[in-house]
């Protein structure tokens, strides 16, 4: 179903949080393998009235926010967001 041609795309929110972590690297290896792997589940999935599935991917003390629209062959990495303990 994907090709080679898929992207992934960052929203601004997204590289600037990843930009001001510290210890990044459980996330950027999540970002990686989802590039080469579209098709990676997250934790949750939150649908919307429109019937978009939202990814929600718990890694460490962050959740990214995220969504695969197949048919741009995109995957779009919306937010990042820290959790509270």
């Keep these: 179903m994907f090709s080679h041609k898929h992207t992934t795309l960052l929203h ?3 590289s600037l949080a990843l ?12 970002i990686k393998a ?14 919307d009235p429109r019937g ?12 990214l926010f995220y969504f695969v629209d197949p048919y741009a062959q995109q995957t ?3 937010t990042l ?4 303990n």
């Design 12 to 14: 601004t929110e997204v």
């Design 34 to 47: 989802l590039s080469a792997d579209p098709t990676l589940q997250g934790d949750d999935v939150q649908v």
């Design 19 to 30: 930009f001001q972590l510290a210890n990044k690297k459980h996330l950027i290896e999540f």
């Design 52 to 63: 978009r599935e939202y990814h929600i991917k718990v890694l460490g003390r962050h959740a």
């Design 76 to 78: 779009r990495l919306l």
């Design 81 to 84: 967001e820290r959790l509270e």
